[in-house]
């Protein structure tokens, strides 16, 4: 009988959720949703090979994250330089939804004559319910 690689070790949904560091609920999720595949070896039996544990994990990307719009000067070299992924096409269309967005908060605050939107308070109201 060969022996079976490291890789191909086949996991039960506790062992693959010690090994990703999450709750077992979390990997049945994963295997609901097909992020992770998945064997079957009876009705209620599945295992996860330890190799394809790894398509699971993605790399984080470096995003610009911004509350208001870029510098007019900013450009998509200087975005990329950032870190950001955007090309040009990419670029102009936020910055356009970004200033859009801008123009629009201008109009609500000249609507309510420049007093913002009170803030949510529906744990206040949730605790008077309960």
């Given at each position: 009988?060969?022996?079976?690689?490291?890789?191909?070790?086949?996991?039960?949904?506790?062992?693959?959720?010690?090994?990703?560091?999450?709750?077992?609920?979390?990997?049945?999720?994963?295997?609901?949703?097909?992020?992770?595949?998945?064997?079957?070896?009876?009705?209620?039996?599945?295992?996860?090979?330890?190799?394809?544990?790894?398509?699971?994990?993605?790399?984080?990307?470096?995003?610009?994250?911004?509350?208001?719009?870029?510098?007019?000067?900013?450009?998509?070299?200087?975005?990329a330089a950032?870190?950001?992924?955007?090309?040009?096409?990419?670029?102009?269309?936020?910055?356009?939804?970004?200033?859009?967005?801008?123009?629009?908060?201008?109009?609500?605050?000249?609507?309510?004559?420049?007093?913002?939107?009170?803030?949510?308070?529906?744990?206040?109201?949730?605790?008077?319910?309960?």
């Amino acid at each position: 009988m060969s022996s079976i690689a490291s890789d191909d070790d086949l996991l039960t949904v506790p062992e693959a959720a010690a090994v990703l560091k999450v709750s077992p609920v979390t990997v049945s999720r994963w295997l609901r949703q097909g992020r992770l595949p998945a064997y079957r070896l009876g009705p209620r039996a599945v295992r996860i090979r330890r190799a394809e544990l790894a398509a699971v994990f993605s790399p984080a990307r470096n995003r610009l994250v911004t509350t208001s719009p870029p510098p007019a000067a900013a450009t998509p070299a200087m975005l990329a330089a950032a870190g950001a992924d955007w090309d040009a096409a990419d670029f102009a269309a936020r910055l356009s939804a970004l200033s859009a967005a801008a123009a629009l908060r201008e109009q609500i605050l000249a609507r309510r004559k420049g007093s913002p939107l009170p803030p949510l308070d529906g744990d206040r109201k949730r605790g008077k319910r309960s």
